[in-house]
C-alpha cells in the first residue's frame, strides 16, 4: 500500500499535465498534434500506474472502471494507428474529471483550491 502513494501520486501528475494541456479548447486540442501527442502519452503513463495500484486500494472505489482504464492503456500502446483525437478529447472531458476526485479521494486530498 505504501507503493500506492507513489502511483496515485504520478496519476496526479500525470492528470495535471493532461489537463494543461486541454486547457485552450476542444478545437485547439484537435488541431495540434502536439497537444495531443502530450495528452496520449500523459494517459498511457496514467494507465499504467493504474495497473500498479495493489487490489486493496482498486477496491476503495470500486465506482472507478480499473479495467477499462488498463484496457485503453493496451489500446494506445498497441492500436496506437486506430486512436481518434476527437474520442480522446471526450476521454479527458469525461473519464479523467471523475478519475481524479477518485484518486484526490485516495490521497486524503480536496481537489478544492484555497481561496
Avoid at 505504501?2 to 499535465?17: F, N
Avoid at 494543461?20 to 499504467?48: K, P, Y
Avoid at 492500436?79 to 479523467?96: F, H, K, N, P, S
Amino acid at each position: 500500500m505504501k507503493d500506492d502513494v507513489v502511483y496515485l501520486s504520478h496519476i496526479m501528475e500525470c492528470i495535471r499535465r493532461i489537463e494543461e494541456n486541454i486547457a485552450e479548447g476542444r478545437e485547439r486540442f484537435l488541431e495540434s498534434h502536439t497537444l495531443q501527442d502530450a495528452v496520449l502519452r500523459n494517459l498511457q503513463t496514467m494507465a499504467e500506474s493504474t495497473q500498479r495500484l495493489s487490489d486493496e486500494s482498486k477496491a476503495t472505489k470500486p465506482q472507478v472502471e480499473w479495467y477499462r482504464i488498463s484496457a485503453f492503456r493496451n489500446v494506445l500502446v498497441h492500436d496506437y494507428l486506430g486512436i481518434d483525437a476527437e474520442r480522446v478529447w471526450e476521454i479527458t472531458q469525461c473519464d479523467v474529471p471523475p478519475l481524479k476526485t477518485a484518486v484526490l479521494e485516495m490521497l486524503g486530498e480536496s481537489d478544492k483550491t484555497p481561496d
